[in-house]
């Protein structure tokens, strides 16, 4: 999947356009939405053609322009290691670079088969307004002092889970499986999402910021509604210790580091820690549940089973 980013027509004028969009698809990544698409697509066809492998570069353009929009949101300084495109630059030139990524996206969408384009572009699209009204309702929570686990995983549902349920389903809609199946897939890309997200919650408080990529702690600092801070906002409340959770979240970016450990060791008091180890594995488990009750064979839930975990048991 590099070696498809790379082969990508990038070249074009003006550079001030170009270079910012070449520069984050070179960043790395996992590319996971294209390898979901494509292994989903391997379950029933073998005849991988360029008509193939564009749609799966399609699904991560896309991602990596939300990436670019969201740091900027985010106010994040890095990215994988290296200055996130709008402090490399700026932020105007990351905005009209990351719109010039969302338009690149539909272009390479646009050469999958004929025959497969209107159902691949209704996926896509859907999938496109689900993320940015998550991404919204996550933006909104920050104005929320208080949010429900259910409104928490809707927002993930829309702004991690839909891109990965579309990502499994538009491969095995590719190759032609029937409703079922492709519905299979996408609720298990949906239900991965979650996994996958809580996992990143997880790994923004209990990783090592050098295989994560990022500083940890960053979540903490913004008093950002991950699923640990939702988790340990209802469990003080319960514990009679929410003023004193609630006064370690007030603390300002003067003692940043200090409120990072704090917090961090009221997450290990209150066991937020292993509730969401469980819940990682809870959403792994319905993920493999909707493959078993979609009529995909053992080998193709194997597959997919296997995929997931390389996810849910990552450092980064």
């Known amino acids: 999947m590099n070696k498809g980013l790379m082969a990508l027509d990038l070249k074009g004028e003006p550079q001030t356009l170009y270079e910012p969009i070449g520069y984050i698809l070179g960043l790395g990544g996992k590319h996971l939405r294209p390898k979901l698409c494509l292994t989903a697509f391997g379950l029933f066809s073998d005849d991988v053609t360029d008509e193939i492998v564009y749609p799966a570069v399609a699904l991560e353009v896309f991602h990596e322009f939300t990436l670019v929009h969201d740091d900027i949101m985010d ?9 996130t495109v709008h402090v490399k630059w700026d ?27 209107q159902e691949v572009f209704k996926l ?10 998550g991404q ?5 929570f920050e104005e929320q002092p208080f949010v429900t686990m259910d409104e928490y995983l809707d927002m993930v549902g829309q702004k991690t889970g839909v891109l990965l349920a579309c990502s499994a389903a538009m491969g095995a809609l590719l190759a032609g499986a029937d409703e079922e199946k492709v519905k299979a897939l996408y609720d298990f890309g949906y239900n991965t999402g979650l996994a996958f997200q809580i996992t990143d919650d997880f790994l923004d408080t209990f990783g090592d910021p050098v295989t994560f990529g990022k500083p940890i702690g960053g979540d903490i600092a913004l008093n950002k509604k991950s ?34 450990e704090a917090v ?53």
């Open 227 to 260: 699923w640990l801070l939702v988790e340990a906002l209802h469990r003080a409340k319960a514990a009679g210790r929410y003023a004193e959770f609630a006064a370690l979240l007030a603390l300002g970016e003067d003692k940043r580091q200090e409120k990072i």
């Open 75 to 83: 106010r994040s300084d890095t990215r994988r290691n290296q200055p």
């Open 124 to 133: 896509f699209t859907d999938t496109a307004m689900g993320v940015c009204e």
């Open 136 to 140: 919204r309702k996550d933006m909104d």
């Open 264 to 316: 961090t060791g009221m997450y290990i008091d209150l066991g937020v820690k292993e509730a969401a180890e469980d819940a990682i594995l809870e959403c792994h488990a319905k993920a493999v549940e909707a493959l078993e009750k979609g009529g995909l064979d053992e080998a193709q839930v194997q597959c997919m089973k296997e995929f997931a975990e390389a996810l849910i048991h990552r450092e980064r």
């Open 91 to 117: 932020e105007n030139t990351a905005i009209l670079s990351g719109d010039a990524m969302s338009i690149l996206a539909y272009r390479y969408l646009a050469l999958c088969p004929a025959d497969k384009r």
